[in-house]
C-alpha cells in the first residue's frame, strides 16, 4: 500500500482543506480511478494518507472492513477523509459511490470514529463533497 504523509500540523476541518492534500496526489495520476483515505489523529490533524485502490478508468474496488481496520490500526481517533478521482471528469456521485459512503459511515461510526467526507475529484481540479451535498449529516 502505497503511503504519503504530509505536514501533520495542518488541521483537516473542511472539504476545501482535505480536498488540497488529495490533489497532490491526483495531479500525478489522474489517468485510472483511484481510491484514496486520509487519516487524521485525534487533534484533526493530517496524519497520513494511504492509496487504497487503482482501478481502470470507470472504477476501483473499495474494501470497507480493511478501511475500517487500517483506520483502527492507525489509531485514527480523529476520524477518516475518503476520495476518489474520476478520469472522465464526471463530478457527481454514482449510486454506487453513494453506496460506498453509507456503508464507510455505517462501519467506521460502529468502530466510534468519524466519516468526515467522501470527495469525488475532477481532472480540471473541481470536487463533489458528499459532505456538502444532502447525503452525509
Known sequence: RETYCFDGRRPVQHPWQAHEVFRTYYDEQNAH???LVMFLKEDGTH???E????GGRAE?????????????QKGAKGGVWV???HPSGR???SKSDDEVTAALDT????????????????????FYSSRLSPFLS
Not at 492509496?51 to 487503482?54: E, G, N, V
Not at 473499495?62 to 478501511?67: E, G, L, S
Not at 462501519?107 to 473541481?126: E, F, M, N, P, V
Open 107 to 126: 462501519y467506521l461510526g460502529r468502530a466510534g470514529l468519524k466519516l468526515h467526507d467522501h470527495l469525488i475529484l475532477a481532472s480540471d481540479g473541481h
Open 83 to 85: 476520495a476518489h478521482n
Open 51 to 54: 492509496l487504497f485502490s487503482r
Open 47 to 49: 496524519m497520513c494518507t
Open 33 to 35: 480511478e483511484s481510491f
Open 91 to 93: 463530478l457527481w456521485a
Open 60 to 72: 476501483s474496488f473499495v474494501d470497507v472492513n480493511a478501511i475500517m481496520r487500517r483506520a483502527l
